[in-house]
């Protein structure tokens, strides 16, 4: 089975004592969202400038904030989870239970995931309006909800491979989200989208699949992508996540007979 | 020179704690924003006792008797509410840095030595820190060395020892400023037996040879037999025995505890009342009598039930001090 | 003075037990240095299409990044023990803590020493340089010492305000995760403050003092005349600021030394 609702619920309820600190998380994301309208609102005022690059204020300001808004949501702290539990060596007791690692980690994911749902979504949404972004259309949004669930599945797929490389090497891996994070800033389009960037960058994009995680669905939300394209970036989604869950898997694997050899 | 003041002197303290209420669900938890319930919890009630130099106390109560929160007074992490305190003289929550130079501490279930590096030097940052003297230091890892065993483990870091060597580390690292007080808070907890012995003639070795003070408090009654002559007692924040150990044993030691086996017909415990009989109990089949020597002649009160009823066994015994304890807390 | 001996002696210790540690550092510096290499890279391409942010040039952003991430990395470095406040106060370990003959607030700041960030330190020395460089500033002798002063006092500031925030643990014992919120606020250092309206220019100067961690050091150099006033003021307000998070952390301290949690 791929995922077990029976963890799913238990990492919830677990969460949930936790949700008075989510308040800490949503207050830098907040933050993040005031620069960025300060940034851009500033840039075009000294400019002088009704568009850059192609977006107008409005576009770039909700751009940004939902790309901000992403980050907060689906943040997934699996690779933090799996360094933990190779470092204080459940990661074996996990072994003798009958569902496999990956579904264990997929499952606490998503229980972490609704919990975002639940508890920072409300406040981060009411706090974007506030500062004023463009609301789509039907057809738009429900696009925009099939791609973030993707990039959730992305962040999880890479989450997922930092995480087993501990286990593979058993090291704490768990610094290397700070590389994941900084590339996205660069290959990702989070926050600044491609375009601003020289065109042998976006060549370089399209080969990983940090601009799957955030430039996809934001440029749908923002009406750059449309219809056909729409979709087609989307099915670029879906072929990383095929991808980074068979390296992942392989990754597992190999961790998995180290400890099998060494006892963790 | 004889010293006339004590080292611990401690009169009518009570301590008190306001602790707030705190109850589940989502509902509570919006209440309590608004307002909440305070309850009142007195934790020590007016208590006085005094130690003088060189006496080697043991402290026993159950669990939340208060004999934590009178360690963290008298090592002034916790300031009283009503009632004076003086450790060596001075107030210790007021000179809370100066006093600490002075005494040693062992958290039995806490560690003062840091984790990851050897014992040797954590050795060495409590040199800097209680500002050791070389030649002290020296001279106090050879007496540890010789009297704990632990010079094979100086090299090792904290974390890759047993319990019983870490207590040993910690132990020795308490002493090894030479404080005249040192207070140990179940250092034996969890230990097995050997080390538990090592740890106490170590304790009572360095009691006797350097007249250290020690406040010790502990569940286990060896512990108390073996070091204190002095005990004292705590129950609900009150002291309800402040003595030695062997007043305490010759007070009960009048008393004595029979059991008995009886092989047919089994006799009703109001059989057994009569005066200096203090008390009766059947668990199953095996009788259990505790009888004061002062009223009753035993060989007389023996023979007459042995006549009586048939009897397939019986024991007599002293009371041991855990007994002792039980009773007096019973009270 | 002994408190100074007393620190470098802890920091000795924890320093021993992180190289005790089997970790390897280089998958800590190697991917911090580089997430400080790819945020100028952005910054760099986006300068590219923008030119100057409110007349801000590349390099002048280059500066206040550098500052602020020399601040940052710096408390990391040197003060990050102070996030364990909260865990030592739930534990209990503080009590062992208040057993010592050592200034507690000393013990809590050594009780970590986090030398994977020398990487994240060295690479903001190495931004500030560029700058610098880039800048073609004529660099006096007064020029500089006021410029470390104030990159000092913007170290001073933040730990004030970090400490005050970790002093409420003692009575909620809940204060970590407003602590990363607060340490996440610091991006808002990373940015000319003009940018911002003037109600949060005055929240960035005297409440959550994040100006005095960027700007202000960066003042020294640029001279761009606006907000000047408050370079001054710097060593004197971050004095102020720190007397008053120190006397509130022993407040602090009074108060558990009462209920005992």
Redesign the interface.
């Known amino acids: 089975m791929l995922i077990s609702y029976a963890l799913i619920k238990s990492k919830l309820i677990s969460n949930f004592a936790y949700r008075w600190e989510s308040i800490g998380v949503i207050l830098a994301s907040a933050v993040e969202m005031l620069i960025v309208f300060y940034l851009w609102s500033a840039i075009f005022s000294w400019n002088n400038a009704t568009e850059i690059n192609g977006f107008t204020l409005t576009s770039i300001i909700t751009y940004s904030v939902v790309a901000i808004f992403i980050r907060l949501i689906c943040d997934t702290v699996i690779d933090g989870e799996m360094n933990y539990d190779v470092k204080t060596g459940d990661i074996i007791v996990m072994l003798s239970r009958p569902i496999s690692i990956r579904t264990h980690y997929l499952s606490s994911a998503i229980g972490y995931f609704i919990f975002n749902l639940l508890f920072k979504f409300p406040l981060a949404f009411v706090i974007a309006i506030l500062i004023g972004i463009i609301i789509p259309g039907l057809d738009t949004f429900l696009l925009f909800i099939l791609s973030i669930f993707n990039s959730f599945l992305l962040l999880f797929a890479i989450c997922f491979i930092i995480g087993s490389l501990a286990i593979l090497l058993n090291e704490e891996t768990w610094s290397l989200w700070f590389l994941i994070d900084a590339l996205s800033l660069l290959f990702g389009g989070f926050f600044i989208p491609l375009v601003f960037f020289p065109d042998w960058i976006q060549a370089i994009s399209y080969l990983l699949p940090f601009h799957a995680i955030y430039s996809t669905p934001l440029l749908i939300y923002v009406g750059k992508t449309s219809g056909i394209d729409a979709l087609l970036s989307i099915f670029v989604q879906i072929v990383w996540i095929i991808a980074l869950f068979i390296i992942g898997g392989f990754v597992v694997e190999k961790g998995l007979r180290r400890i099998e050899a060494q006892g963790g | 020179m004889m010293k006339n003041e004590s080292v611990i002197n401690v009169k009518n303290l009570t301590k008190e ?2 602790i707030e209420e705190k109850e589940s669900g989502l509902w509570s938890a919006v209440k309590s924003l608004f307002k909440r319930k305070k309850r009142k919890i007195v934790a020590l009630d007016n208590i006085s006792f005094s130690v003088n130099e060189g006496e080697f106390i043991g402290v026993i109560g159950p669990n939340g008797a208060g004999k934590s ?1 009178l360690m ?1 007074i008298l ?5 009283p509410t009503k009632g004076h305190v003086s450790v060596n003289g001075k107030d210790p ?1 007021k000179n ?3 006093i ?2 002075e ?1 040693g ?1 062992v ?1 039995g279930n ?3 030595l ?4 050897a014992v040797i ?2 050795f060495e ?1 409590s040199k ?3 500002k050791i003297p070389d030649h002290v230091y020296e001279e106090n890892l050879k007496y540890f060395a010789k009297n704990l065993g632990i010079s094979k483990l100086l090299k090792q ?1 904290v974390r890759k020892l047993s319990l019983g060597e870490r207590m040993k580390c910690e132990i020795a690292n308490a002493f090894l400023h030479n404080p005249k007080l040192v207070f140990l808070d179940e250092p034996t907890i969890g230990l097995d037996v050997l080390s538990k012995d090592s740890v106490r003639s170590f304790l009572r070795k360095i009691n006797k040879e350097r007249k250290t003070t020690i406040i010790l408090t502990t569940h286990d009654m060896k512990d108390i037999s073996e070091l204190c002559e002095r005990v004292i007692l705590i129950n609900e924040g009150r002291i309800i025995y402040d003595g030695t150990l062997s007043d305490l044993e010759r007070k009960f030691y009048s008393k004595r505890k029979i059991r008995i086996l009886f092989s047919a017909s089994y006799p009703k415990i109001e059989e057994f009342s009569a005066d200096g009989v203090l008390h009766v109990e059947k668990n199953g089949e095996e009788y259990l009598l505790v009888v004061e020597l002062k009223k009753i002649k035993l060989k007389e009160f023996v023979q007459k039930i042995l006549s009586k009823y048939k009897v397939a066994d019986f024991h007599v015994e002293g009371i041991e001090l855990a007994e002792i304890i039980k009773e007096i807390y019973r009270k | 003075m002994d408190s100074i001996k007393l620190y470098f002696m802890f920091i000795k210790a924890r320093l021993m037990e992180r190289l005790e540690y089997k970790t390897n550092f280089m998958i800590y510096i190697v991917p911090s240095v580089l997430k400080h290499i790819i945020e100028i890279i952005v910054l760099w391409f986006l300068m590219i299409a923008i030119v100057e942010i409110n007349g801000w040039t590349f390099a002048e952003l280059l500066l206040l990044n550098g500052v602020a991430s020399l601040v940052f990395s710096s408390l990391f470095l040197f003060a990050g023990g102070i996030r364990n406040v909260q865990k030592y106060i739930e534990t209990g370990d503080f009590d062992i803590i208040l057993t010592r003959p050592v200034n507690p607030l000393i013990q809590v700041v050594t009780s970590d020493f986090w030398i994977d960030e020398i990487g994240g330190f060295i690479i903001s020395v190495i931004k500030i340089l560029l700058a610098l460089a880039l800048l073609d500033v004529q660099l006096s002798l007064p020029i500089i010492f006021s410029f470390i002063l104030l990159i000092i006092c913007g170290f001073i500031t933040i730990f004030s305000l970090i400490l005050i925030i970790a002093t409420i643990a003692f009575w909620t014992v809940k204060s970590e995760s407003l602590l990363r919120a607060t340490i996440e606020m610091s991006t808002f250092a990373k940015y000319p403050l003009e940018i911002y309206s003037s109600n949060l220019i005055f929240l960035l100067t005297f409440v959550l003092p994040f100006g005095f961690a960027s700007y202000y050091p960066s003042e020294v150099i640029l001279e761009k005349g606006i907000l000047r006033e408050f370079v001054f003021l710097g060593p004197i307000l971050s004095f102020i600021f720190f007397i008053l998070s120190y006397s509130f952390w022993n407040l602090g301290i009074k108060h558990y030394t009462s209920t005992g949690s």
């Open positions: 704690y306001v929160t963290k090592t002034g992490v916790l300031f929550h809370r840095l100066e600490a130079k005494y501490v958290f806490k560690s003062n840091l984790w990851d590096i030097d954590s940052l800097s820190i209680y870091p």
